[in-house]
Each structure stands twice: as structure tokens, then as C-alpha cells.
């Protein structure tokens, strides 16, 4: 069996589905993020773009959150999870991006449902940003505070604007 521990340091998250923000967008909607899914060495595995899927190079800087998943519940062990892994990523090298229907969250969602985590084939980008948000947990302090600072700071302004402004 693989080894499970994750290494931040080094940016090792095994069996992982793994999150940052995206500039500007996250500022606002801090929900919303670029993702990415690990393999059971922890390589990180993200559809940066269309016709391409990158390797321990995610689109938007290094993961802030990961979201480590259950590996007893992963039948067939490591090497299933690895070969979802990389059919999800066989296909996306071959696929357009598509910002609201066809992205990196529709990846990792594939992975799952190849694997049928959690018994379920249907892995979307809703699911997996609800299950991310509650269960991910935060790299370190900084990583929270560049996830949630900007939208505090933006909130701050905007809600000093109304009060200076009322």
C-alpha cells in the first residue's frame, strides 16, 4: 500500500483532492477555486487548460486546501485509484476547458466516479466544492488567509462604503 501521510512541505498530498483560489473570482466567491486530484504518491493531477492536464504545476499556485479521501474505500486499493487517475487525465488532455460546465473540478469529479467513491458515479463540480469546503482542511494559516483575506477585505470596504455612505 502506498504511503497515506501527507507531506505539505513538499507538496506530497496522497489520495488527495486538493484546492486554491483563483484571483479575482475567489476574492469575491471564496467557494470557488482551481482543483486538482493526487495520486496515491501524492502527484498532483490538474486540467489547467484546454487539451491539457498539468503535473505538480497547478494553474493558480500550490494547493491551500486539500481534502484527503478515505483509501479503505477505494476498492481495488492504490493502483485502481492511480489508473482513475490517470484515465480521467487521458481524457481531459483531450477535452476543451469550459469554465462553468467542462473544468478541473469535471476531472477530479471524473476520477471519482471512475473509482465510485463514496459509491456514487456521480462526481460534479457542486459536489465536490461542498465536500471540499467542509471536509479540506487548510495547508497553514497563510494559505487560509490568502484564501479568505481578500473577500474580508473587499466584504470591510464594501460594507464601510455603506455605512460612510448612509
Known amino acids: 500500500m502506498a504511503e497515506t501521510s501527507v507531506d505539505i512541505e513538499n507538496r506530497r498530498f496522497p489520495f488527495c483532492v486538493v484546492w486554491t483560489p483563483i484571483p ?11 482543483m ?33 479521501l478515505d483509501v479503505t474505500s477505494i476498492s481495488g486499493g492504490a493502483k485502481a485509484w492511480d489508473k ?4 480521467a487525465s487521458i481524457e481531459y488532455f483531450n477535452r476543451m476547458h469550459n469554465l462553468f460546465c467542462d473544468n478541473c473540478h469535471s476531472h477530479v469529479g471524473m476520477a471519482l466516479s471512475l473509482v465510485t467513491y463514496g459509491k456514487s458515479k456521480n462526481w460534479n463540480m457542486f459536489k465536490l466544492a461542498l465536500y471540499t469546503f467542509l471536509f479540506g482542511k487548510y495547508v497553514s494559516f497563510n494559505a487560509w488567509l490568502k484564501t479568505w483575506g481578500p473577500f474580508i477585505a473587499f466584504l470591510s470596504l464594501f460594507l464601510a462604503l455603506c455605512l460612510f455612505y448612509n
Not at 501524492?42 to 499556485?61: H, K, L, P, Q, W
Not at 482513475?84 to 484515465?87: G, V
Open 24 to 34: 479575482f473570482i475567489s476574492w469575491i466567491f471564496p467557494l470557488i477555486g482551481h
Open 36 to 68: 486538482g486530484v493526487c495520486t496515491s504518491t501524492g502527484v498532483i493531477r490538474d486540467f489547467s487548460g484546454s487539451f491539457y492536464v498539468a503535473e505538480d504545476d497547478m494553474a493558480f499556485g500550490p494547493p491551500t486546501k486539500y481534502w484527503q
Open 84 to 87: 482513475a487517475i490517470n484515465e
